[in-house]
Nanobody, 127 residues
Framework: QVQLVESGGGLVQTGGSLRLSCTAS????????MGWFRQAPGKERELVAA????????YYVDSVKGRFTISRDNPGNTVYLQMDSLKPEDTAVYYC????????????????????WGQGTQVTVSS
């Protein structure tokens, strides 16, 4: 397993933007398929975006398509979730997750296929 650390959460007004970052202590994430999940109070954790080891086939849940972008920097040390046009319903704790075992070409969609998880970062969108 790899230790993941998220950052970049905070409080923003409706229509604003945030960029979440996910890094791994002491290693690159270039050999991992990555996912960003979120969990709002009283709701189940849901997959927001996923990025396979090959960056060409990303996945987004319908509610964030056109607003969120998942990406990996060139060395592969950091995975980002750029969130634009934020809405109050985007309020949640956001988690990054990683797996080395799956997702070379296709994004990994099941939470049970991810072996490593970060501690989460709170995103609050005020109306």
């Amino acid at each position: 397993q790899v230790q993941l650390v998220e950052s970049g959460g905070g409080l923003v007004q409706t229509g604003g933007s945030l960029r979440l970052s996910c890094t791994a202590s002491g290693r690159t994430l270039s050999n991992y398929a990555m996912g960003w999940f979120r969990q709002a109070p009283g709701k189940e954790r849901e997959l927001v975006a996923a990025l396979p080891k090959s960056v060409h086939n990303t996945y987004y849940v319908d509610s964030v398509k056109g607003r969120f972008t998942i990406s990996r920097d060139n060395p592969g040390n950091t995975v980002y979730l750029q969130m634009d046009s934020l809405k109050p319903e985007d309020t949640a704790v956001y988690y990054c997750a990683a797996t080395p075992s799956y997702g070379f070409i296709s994004p990994v969609l099941s939470s049970t296929d991810y072996q490593s998880w970060g501690q989460g970062t709170q995103v609050t969108v005020s109306s």
